[in-house]
């Protein structure tokens, strides 16, 4: 159930069903020169709408924006900070809840560490706040990497590499403008924060594209929509009364 497409009725009929909803979030961020910007976003979505042929979900529209900080001055990386994001999921889900939600899933696309927290940061607020709601905060590319490591050949493969690139060239492929090589960065490994970040990776892939297959990338989306059921099923299930 898609919330953008529903009207008012839809929605209210859609609540007798479940009450659980999966907030898609991604990023407008470079993803080498062979993906589209907005390669987060679309993976969320393209799940989400899949998991929702499976079990009864509303699924919310997307944050197309997230927090990117390595790939900040790439050509075409459009971050919003840490304390724009939280407060936004918690407006949104402070909003959902008011409908009548009570589970909430929110997906992230973009895996970066500080964009996560600043997820994990909303969710822990609002579990506090509300003694009547359940959240996880998951990345959908953690679900694919850890559940799908037998067909991955690149060790350490994260973003615009093997995986990302297999996802798109399975639910999008006139999306992906030719390949890329393997690339790795070497940001300082002190600690030491760099503002130049293209200087430290040039092409803002981390992983191997070219190991990449539409193939791969069917079998990736099917697992994380695997893992989404479950996790519907779980949440749906969850209490922390004994
Ligand atoms: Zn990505």
């Known amino acids: 159930m898609l919330i953008e497409e529903m009207t008012m009725i839809e929605f209210e009929d859609g609540l007798k069903k479940t009450r659980t909803v999966l907030i898609p979030i991604g990023s407008v961020e470079e993803h080498g020169p062979h993906l589209p910007l907005s390669t987060d976003t679309i993976q969320a979505i393209e799940v989400g709408k899949k998991t929702a042929l499976k079990v009864p979900l509303f699924i919310a529209p997307a944050v197309n924006y997230g927090h990117c900080r390595s790939s900040r001055t790439h050509p ?43 997820l994990q940061d909303a969710g822990e607020e609002l579990i506090y706040h509300y003694s009547d709601i359940s959240i996880a905060v998951v990345t959908e590319y953690l679900l694919a990497s850890r559940e799908g490591v037998q067909i991955i050949e690149t060790p350490g493969d994260s973003h615009a590499g093997e995986i990302e690139t297999s996802r798109i060239l399975h639910s999008h492929p006139q999306l992906v403008k030719g390949s890329a090589q393997m690339e790795f960065p070497s940001f ?6 760099v503002r130049n970040k293209r200087k430290y990776w040039k092409n803002g892939v981390w992983g ?4 990449a297959t539409a193939e791969k990338g069917k079998i990736l989306e099917e697992i994380v929509v695997q893992k ?12 922390e009364e004994n």
Do not use: W, Y
Request: charged fraction near 15%.
């Open 188 to 193: 300082p490994s002190s600690g030491i924060l």
């Open 208 to 211: 191997d594209p070219s190991k």
């Open 76 to 118: 075409g990386t459009i971050s919003i900070s840490t304390s724009t994001l939280k407060s936004l999921l918690v407006d949104i889900i402070t909003s959902l809840r008011s409908q009548g939600l009570r589970n909430f899933i929110v997906l992230s696309g973009h895996a970066g560490g500080s964009h996560c927290m600043a």
């Open 228 to 239: 989404l059921v479950d996790l519907v099923i779980e949440i749906e299930g969850f209490t």
